[in-house]
């Protein structure tokens, strides 16, 4: 019954806000077409302001992948995080999900699909990606698009959040899976 009655509510929900937005719109007179189109101007120039700093992410992430610093990383680090129960499959998304989340979900799509969804490593991963921020891209986009070139502490507290979401997401996985 719960179900159902869920399944019914994320059916309308959206068709049920668009229909208020446009009521109310009517109703407080606001030229809606018009309100709509100056928006959609609005966003096309945040979004050429943004092109920039997007291809900067991209080929960072690119050099930093071809470079081969994830993989001397991976055999570096791999003797130490093995005594607190971190596989070193999972530690490229150590270091990529602060870069780009989609680099991140490719990362954790070869964990999954090479050693299956229950293994520890894909659980693992599965938490550190939710439980952490693309850092780099937040400030390069989101800042890049309000014009903030001084990050001051805003990258020391974004890295320090992730190394706090990565070693939650390593106690809770011991904690539960272990």
């Known amino acids: 019954m719960f179900q159902q009655i869920m399944n019914l509510l994320s ?10 937005i446009l ?10 077409y018009e309100t709509f189109t100056t928006g959609a101007k609005d966003g096309f120039k945040v979004a050429v302001n943004i092109i920039p700093y ?3 992410i991209i080929v960072a992430i690119s050099m930093f992948r071809a470079s081969g610093i ?8 791999s003797g130490i995080l093995c005594r607190i129960h971190v596989p070193a499959d999972v530690i490229p998304i150590m270091i990529v999900r602060s870069l780009s989340g989609s680099a991140a979900l490719g990362v954790f799509s070869d964990i999954a699909n090479t050693l299956g ?8 991963s599965a938490i ?8 780099f891209y937040v ?15 805003a990258l020391l507290v974004g890295l320090l ?18």
């Open 23 to 32: 009521t109310m719109g009517l109703s407080k007179k606001i030229p809606i």
């Open 161 to 178: 959040a992730d190394f706090i979401g990565i070693v939650a997401a390593v106690c809770v996985c011991n904690w539960m899976f272990l």
């Open 70 to 77: 994830i993989e001397m990383l991976e055999q570096t680090l």
């Open 117 to 124: 969804p229950d293994d520890y490593a894909t659980k693992l």
């Open 128 to 135: 550190m990606v939710g439980s952490s921020e693309t850092t």
């Open 54 to 56: 997007l291809v900067a």
């Open 139 to 153: 400030l390069a986009v989101y800042f890049g698009a309000v014009g903030i070139s001084k990050l001051r502490y």
């Open 11 to 20: 059916l309308w929900a959206l068709p049920a806000i668009l229909l208020l």
